[in-house]
């Protein structure tokens, strides 16, 4: 990074440093990434630039979502970091004195973190299960309650990981994918449907060993499934803008429902036989009735536009969307499509599920966060930011587990990962509230 870059970042973080600090550092925190990226010494603190490890000093607040806090700079590494830099003859002066005001920096994003509520979300980070070397792009997960196995698109790597949620490890990665991106289980056959992008298949496998049963070809860019279990439905999202219906007990595509533009997220109402669905080449969400076969209304979005993630909160009555242009997030009455509460959410998201047990909403960016929404009064607000890294915005809220699993997108610094997120106590259900609903892009 040449020096004005990087003073430019530090002046934004509101530290001044000194100005022969440079080198490169990679630490998971996307704040402390962003904003001091070579602003260590090229010696390091020890004599040589590999001789502390900062990812395992820095990293033992146990995630990259607590950086920042009290127990953060109580860990051993800092202390012993600090305590080293006390120590007369100990490091160079000079390299001690860049060294303080690097130490100077991070606190200064430690206690500036909770303005900007960016480790004040209530999420906890319980576990990461690596997924093995999987690289590009992850799309999204689906979950087999009967076996707590969760199923992973993992479209840049042309496979599905499977993940058995009980021993947290992966169990199988199996490739032979063109781009998977959306992912389904159907109970009533125990059979999993993958849609894939690139050529437009739908493939429908055995639950219980993930045998290859069929296939389907829809035409092009299969993208997101959705089960209606009461009717045995399998809707799958497809081209340049059609709805494919399939029987799941004929394994069959019965019906298309015709579209204005290539469906992003849809949803089913539990409480009704309409489908809504983002269009974002339209303008709008399209309402479909499952039982005409047919798109029945829109509801332009306006300013609004690429708007790809959507949810449902059925105790609520509102459809959630959330837009990338700008990075908003809308809700609409279910029976009118009257646009009622918006607020700035984090951007490039994939992933928006409504936790409706706790009147939460969470919003998974490729930014590098997960904002948590307080949906509990007449308007949304923050409820804090959990900071994930950058490129990994797609996700699944299990309201059988009470746990939000974020897809983790390999990179320089964090392998490929799910990471199981876990709301904290102080956002626990209250009593007589309606049970946890989630809904998937």
């Known amino acids: 990074m040449a020096r004005a870059g990087w003073l430019a970042s530090a002046r934004r973080c509101g530290v001044f440093l000194p100005a022969r600090f440079r080198g490169n550092v990679c630490i998971s925190h996307p704040h402390v990434r962003a904003c001091c990226r070579g602003l260590l010494p090229r010696r390091g603190l020890l004599g040589s630039r590999g001789s502390l490890s900062w990812r395992g000093s820095l990293g033992q607040c146990g995630s990259p979502g607590e950086c920042g806090s009290p127990g953060w700079r109580n860990s051993p590494g800092w202390r012993g970091l600090a305590t080293q830099l006390a120590m007369p003859g100990r490091l160079h002066s000079r390299t001690r004195l860049r060294s303080i005001g690097f130490?100077?920096?991070?606190?200064?994003?430690?206690?500036?973190?909770?303005?900007?509520?960016?480790?004040?979300?209530?999420?906890?980070?319980?576990a990461r299960i690596p997924l093995g070397d999987v690289s590009g792009r992850i799309d999204h997960l689906a979950f087999d309650p009967t076996r707590q196995r969760l199923y992973v698109a993992e479209l840049g790597n042309n496979?599905?990981?499977?993940?058995?949620?009980?021993?947290?490890?992966?169990?199988?990665?199996?490739?032979?994918?063109?781009?998977?991106?959306?992912?389904?289980?159907?109970?009533?056959?125990?059979?999993?449907?993958?849609?894939?992008?690139?050529?437009?298949?739908?493939?429908?496998?055995?639950?219980?060993?993930?045998?290859?049963?069929?296939?389907?070809?829809?035409?092009?860019?299969?993208?997101?499934?959705?089960?209606?279990?009461?009717?045995?439905?399998?809707?799958?999202?497809?081209?340049?803008?059609?709805?494919?219906?399939?029987?799941?007990?004929?394994?069959?595509?019965?019906?298309?429902?015709?579209?204005?533009?290539?469906?992003?997220?849809?949803?089913?109402?539990?409480?009704?036989?309409?489908?809504?669905?983002?269009?974002?080449?339209?303008?709008?969400?399209?309402?479909?009735?499952?039982?005409?076969?047919?798109?029945?209304?829109?509801?332009?979005?306006?300013?609004?536009?690429?708007?790809?993630?959507?949810?449902?909160?059925?105790?609520?009555?509102?459809?959630?969307?959330?837009?990338?242009?700008?990075?908003r997030l809308q809700t609409y009455d279910t029976r009118t499509g009257r646009a009622q509460n918006g607020i700035d959410v984090c951007s490039d998201s994939d992933d928006v599920f409504a936790d409706s047990a706790r009147h939460e909403i969470y919003v998974i960016c490729g930014q590098g966060y997960v904002d948590v929404l307080d949906a509990s009064g007449e308007r949304l607000t923050s409820a804090g930011r959990f900071a994930t890294s950058s490129g990994s915005r797609t996700g699944l809220f299990v309201p059988e587990l009470d746990r939000l699993f974020v897809a983790i997108r390999a990179s320089h610094d964090e392998p490929a990962a799910i990471w199981v997120l876990k709301p904290t106590a102080r956002t626990a259900s209250r009593a007589g509230d309606h049970p946890a609903q989630s809904s998937i892009h």
């Open 159 to 327: 496979s599905i990981g499977i993940v058995d949620l009980e021993t947290r490890k992966v169990i199988r990665t199996v490739p032979g994918f063109n781009e998977p991106q959306g992912i389904a289980y159907e109970p009533s056959t125990d059979t999993i449907y993958v849609a894939s992008g690139g050529d437009g298949t739908t493939r429908i496998f055995r639950g219980a060993d993930f045998t290859p049963l069929g296939a389907l070809s829809l035409g092009t860019d299969a993208d997101n499934v959705r089960i209606d279990r009461e009717a045995h439905r399998v809707y799958v999202g497809y081209g340049d803008g059609a709805l494919a219906v399939i029987d799941a007990a004929t394994r069959t595509r019965i019906a298309n429902i015709p579209l204005q533009g290539h469906p992003e997220s849809f949803q089913l109402d539990p409480n009704g036989d309409r489908i809504f669905v983002n269009v974002p080449d339209a303008g709008h969400i399209a309402v479909v009735s499952r039982a005409k076969n047919q798109q029945v209304t829109t509801w332009p979005t306006g300013n609004l536009r690429a708007n790809y993630p959507l949810a449902l909160d059925p105790p609520g009555s509102r459809v959630i969307a959330v837009f990338r242009s700008p990075a």
């Open 103 to 126: 130490l100077a920096l991070l606190a200064s994003l430690g206690a500036r973190e909770p303005a900007s509520a960016a480790n004040a979300a209530p999420l906890t980070l319980e």
